[in-house]
């Protein structure tokens, strides 16, 4: 019965179907909240691997074998995988007597592999099962995160990393095994990835004509999350800096770079290894990553960089971020997806203190304003104590749980004061190192070292404090009303602070500019309205009562709303989605009407769209409007944009006016001087592939 009769209908034939229907409907939401709840949890645990995988470039594919070694948790009889969709499996079988077992892939969740036991096993035994599978990741949206690619395989280069579940996983991301893993690729590819490896094995072509092939073996006998693996044109480098030995595998167009990589990891890991402690092997493994969806990726032992991030100008903060997830990630694992705070969060924030360490407090406050900008792009989406609700690696998960969960360490360090943020956070992995953590032990640990409580000083309530920023999804919006009086003295401020959250706990700077020296006082900030005084000896500026003037707090306002709109429509831009980038700069637009930043990223959409003639309207918007130094490149980008622009409609004297005032800006932000001096020589006719200029992609990163 359809929608469409049942409208039709009148009287009591028309309740009596409209009935049936409620009641089918009710029956099939009984029927699927049942079937999910049913569905088996990880009652076991993988605890070894052997995996046998053949890379096969010309066919975009792979065959694969994988002895699972298990052990159950509870008396079960059904053993949850995790498995890419796009692996098809042929067989899977008990190792001990080679039967044949039932399986099948969830129906609503077709990453889920479940697998019947002939009995039921009992807690603490050992089961072995062997799958044979094979596919091709042809289809980013199949990926276990949606548009994320973590697998891929084509003629000239492979990356297999574990995300991709390219070999059936356990209660990922918190399992730890051993394993021993087998590439077969073609001689023309190198292979490296987690665990120790061998001396290649050349095999001869199984018929003729076919081309040569090499087996790689890597053996992890340290359990942990291993099973990562890039392959292709890769040439090994070995660098020896400040004592370590890193293996840096590259194109051999890139080998000339090893050097200056190396030595940039050097760095960043003996910072790391000072400040909370050693990882079990001091050397590591740094690969070039083929451009995908994915910037970076850590794994046990192994940092893969992507290969537009690979260059001798390299992003310190992109390396220092994947480094530290050989801490937060790697060596101490989420006891479960809920608890990714402690390890993503964390990766993030310890980042951004290398950062201070290696760039001053100039470049660390960059790497905050960042941190504050992804953070309120999905603020509403979900706590970061849930993050289980939320795919690793989707545009959400990295707002609010690396993005806004690095910002929460940095207001509990600002609570805290260095000295015991720095004791916590080392002794927390000291403890957890090689085990998982959750938020509830990070929380019992900061309780314990709470520093001392100063008389007259506001004290960190921590109970409010994590369960405001963990437990939560409210931001606070501060506003700040007061009177300032004469005084025999001087001057007397007396005022409140007012924002929305009832239950909102925590200790705040206000700061009052003077003709003088500035006067800041930390007020205890409790409920929607905080009174405080404030006493100075010269003059208050006008206007010049601020609160939490170092931005150390996560607070909203429609500057960051502005920023967070921008980096959302460049996301989508990323993506290729124009379209809908346009309505994210347009609503920035709504709330400032003069901003630059927003104005340049409309034309450049327009621009990729070939509507011209809209982006050059942009572009002038854009020059016209705030021109916020922040972002002062916009102005000399813009300028290329528009040459370009000219030079595709046939107006060359135009194009090479725009071209020589982006020259007298000597801004070269992305390469503007080499492009604009480019195309005075001759005119753009179109993309160039061999150009290695471009605007920067990320607003909060200039």
């Not at 044109?233 to 167009?253: E, K, R, T, Y």
């Amino acid at each position: 019965m359809t929608n469409r009769t049942l409208v039709r209908r009148r009287g009591t034939g028309w309740l009596a179907s409209a009935l049936v229907l409620l009641a089918m409907s009710f029956a099939f939401t009984a029927d699927s909240v049942f079937s999910q709840q049913q569905l088996p949890k990880f009652d076991f645990d993988a605890v070894h691997y052997d995996v046998k995988a053949t890379l096969h470039p010309d066919q975009e594919s792979l065959t694969a074998e994988a002895k699972v070694e298990l052990v159950a948790k509870t008396d079960s009889s059904t053993i949850l995988f995790e498995l890419h969709p796009d692996l098809h499996i042929d067989s899977v079988t008990l190792a001990s007597d080679n039967r044949k077992l039932d399986f099948h892939r969830d129906s609503f969740n077709p990453l889920d592999v479940v697998v019947s036991l002939p009995s039921s096993a009992q807690t603490g035994m050992h089961v072995t099962i062997d799958f044979e599978y094979s596919g091709a990741f042809a289809n980013d949206a199949d990926s276990p995160t949606k548009d994320v690619r973590f697998a891929w395989i084509d003629k000239d280069s492979a990356y297999l990393l574990l995300p991709a579940r390219w070999f059936p996983l356990t209660d990922y991301p918190s399992n730890r095994y051993t394993a021993t893993f087998q590439i077969t690729a073609p001689d023309t590819f190198a292979v490296t990835g987690t665990g120790a490896s061998t001396i290649p094995t050349e095999l001869p072509p199984e018929t003729a004509g076919e081309p040569g092939r090499a087996q790689y073996t890597f053996t992890c006998n340290d359990p942990g999350p291993v099973g990562t693996f890039v392959a292709g044109n890769l040439q090994l480098s070995p660098v020896h800096a400040q004592g370590l030995s890193i293996s840096v595998f590259a194109p051999p167009s890139a080998a000339s770079t090893a050097g200056h990589m190396g030595d940039a990891l050097a760095a960043i890991l003996l910072y790391y290894s000072s400040e909370f402690g050693s990882l079990p092997s001091p050397n590591i493994t740094l690969a070039q990553l083929p451009d995908g969806t994915l910037d970076d990726y850590s794994a046990p032992g192994l940092l893969l960089l992507s290969a537009h991030e690979w260059n001798n100008n390299l992003d310190q903060s992109a390396l220092a971020h994947v480094t530290a997830e050989q801490w937060w990630g790697n060596q101490v694992l989420p006891a479960s997806s809920s608890d990714a705070w402690v390890t993503d969060g964390l990766a993030q924030y310890v980042a951004a203190m290398y950062i201070e360490h290696s760039a001053g407090e100039s470049g660390f406050r960059k790497e905050l304003t960042s941190f504050a900008i992804g953070s309120v792009m999905y603020a509403d989406t979900s706590p970061i104590a849930q993050a289980g609700q939320l795919q690793r690696y989707s545009p959400q998960y990295e707002s609010i749980i690396v993005q806004k969960g690095a910002m929460v360490f940095h207001m509990l360090r600002s609570s805290m004061g260095d000295t015991s943020f720095n004791a916590l956070i080392h002794d927390f992995y000291v403890q957890h190192a090689a085990k998982t953590a959750s938020i509830d032990d990070f929380e019992k640990l900061a309780q314990s070292r709470l520093p001392a409580p100063v008389a007259g000083q506001p004290r960190l309530n921590l109970v409010a404090f994590f369960s405001q920023w963990l437990e939560s999804t409210g931001i606070p919006q501060f506003k700040l009303d007061y009177i300032i009086y004469r005084t025999p003295k001087g001057f007397k401020v007396i005022g409140k602070v007012l924002q929305p959250i009832e239950t909102f706990n925590m200790p705040v700077e206000i700061r009052v500019d003077t003709e003088g020296n500035p006067v800041t006082k930390t007020v205890q900030v409790i409920g929607t309205s905080t009174e405080f005084n404030i006493d100075t000896f010269g003059r208050p500026k006008p206007d010049g009562v601020s609160i939490d003037p170092d931005d150390d707090i996560l607070k909203n306002d429609p500057k960051l709303q502005i920023r967070a709109l921008i980096s959302k429509g460049e996301g989508l831009a990323e993506q290729g989605k124009f379209a809908e980038a346009i309505e994210q700069y347009q609503q920035a637009l709504n709330i400032q009407s003069n901003n630059s930043l927003a104005d340049f990223r409309v034309g450049e959409a327009f621009f990729y769209q070939k509507n011209y003639s809209s982006a050059a309207d942009s572009f002038r918007s854009a020059l016209d409007g705030d021109l916020d130094p922040s972002y002062r490149w916009v102005e000399v980008w813009s300028h290329i944009y528009l040459g370009k622009i000219f030079d595709l409609t046939g107006s060359r004297e135009r194009a090479i006016n725009e071209y020589e005032k982006a020259e007298e800006l000597k801004d070269d932000t992305g390469g503007a001087q080499k492009e604009a001096e480019k195309y005075m020589k001759s005119p753009y006719t179109g993309p160039d592939s061999q150009s290695a200029a471009s605007a920067p992609s990320k607003q909060a990163k200039p």
